[in-house]
């Protein structure tokens, strides 16, 4: 269920998108991002902060978008978003000396530290990865390009957390079984 919430905003845009083009696209996505967030808030009972800063975003950008009739500003959230994300991330571990990832998911996840710091990194890292090829694709394709790349760009997440998930489960302790 919670995978059909997460993709749902990006689908409808995409429908959106190929029938009326980029200004209705945008406006469904925004409408969407809304109704995502509310379905969120009703079954969590809150909004982490990475939901409400890409809320904030998506209703920023695309209200640019379409007040402004230019695609350009809808194109380049991602880049914004993912930067901002690399960045927050790398001056919390290496000037604050905080892990946000331990913050935000230690209680539901005990690991070593060094194993912390390493999905820390590999956050930093992925996060600018994204930034940079939307970046490189808003620069250097057509507006059809970009929202193929939106679509089809999902694999480098999933590919991602799956990555993950190989590399913590090894450091994640089961229950013993009894002698």
Known sequence: ?????????ILLFFGAYKFYGIYVGTA??????????????????????????????????????????????????????????????????WVMKKNFLKMLLGSQLTLPEGVWHRLNVAWIVYCAFMSAINAYVVVNFSTEAWVDFKLWGYAFPLVFLVGQGIYVAPHIKGDEPAA
Do not use: S
């Not at 919670?2 to 905003?9: E, G, R, T, V, W």
């Open 1 to 9: 269920m919670k995978i059909l919430i997460d993709f749902f905003p």
């Open 28 to 93: 469904v996505l925004m409408a969407a991002t809304v109704v995502q967030m509310g379905l969120i808030y009703a079954i969590d009972r809150r909004l982490q902060t990475m939901h409400k800063v890409t809320l904030v975003l998506i209703l920023l950008f695309g209200t640019l978008t379409l007040v402004l009739q230019d695609d350009r500003f809808i194109k380049w959230k991602p880049t914004v978003l993912y930067g901002a994300m690399a960045l927050a991330l790398a001056v919390a571990v």
